[in-house]
């Protein structure tokens, strides 16, 4: 088994930054892809962005581009995500989450991941 927890998080003001932090523990050798997604309330869970150890690639939503950077440890199994110049609609739980297939691309389908954290809240006021 694997688990994800997350760190940071927060309040702030539409325009300011935010860094989140996720870790894995458990079985962690067997973990190729960590990815970051959010809910806001009565919204369907949404990739933010991910990146996969297998050739190192990085994937980003549109929403997020130029502002969210994500960066990861593959021999650590952490992975963070930089917010700046947040807006009111990035307000959101955001959820961590890890998977262990072998692929080039990381996925943007929330059905690919496998293990999950329990999610940390980002409030950006207007």
């Known amino acids: 088994q694997v688990q994800l927890v997350e760190s940071g998080g927060g309040l702030v003001q539409a325009g300011g930054s935010l860094s989140l932090s996720c870790a894995a523990s458990?079985?962690?050798?067997?973990?190729?892809?960590m990815a970051w997604f959010r809910q806001a309330p009565g919204k369907e869970r949404e990739i933010v962005a991910a990146v996969g150890w297998n050739g190192g690639k990085i994937y980003y939503a549109d929403s997020v581009k130029g502002r969210f950077t994500i960066s990861g440890d593959n021999a650590k199994k952490t992975v963070s995500l930089q917010m700046n110049s947040l807006k009111p609609e990035d307000t959101a739980v955001y959820l961590c989450?890890?998977?262990?297939?072998?692929?080039?691309?990381?996925?943007?389908?929330?059905?690919?991941?496998?293990?999950w954290g329990q999610g940390t809240q980002v409030t950006v006021s207007s």
């Open positions: 458990g079985r962690t050798s067997s973990i190729y892809v």
């Open positions: 989450a890890a998977d262990r297939s072998f692929t080039t691309y990381p996925s943007s389908e929330k059905f690919a991941y496998e293990y």
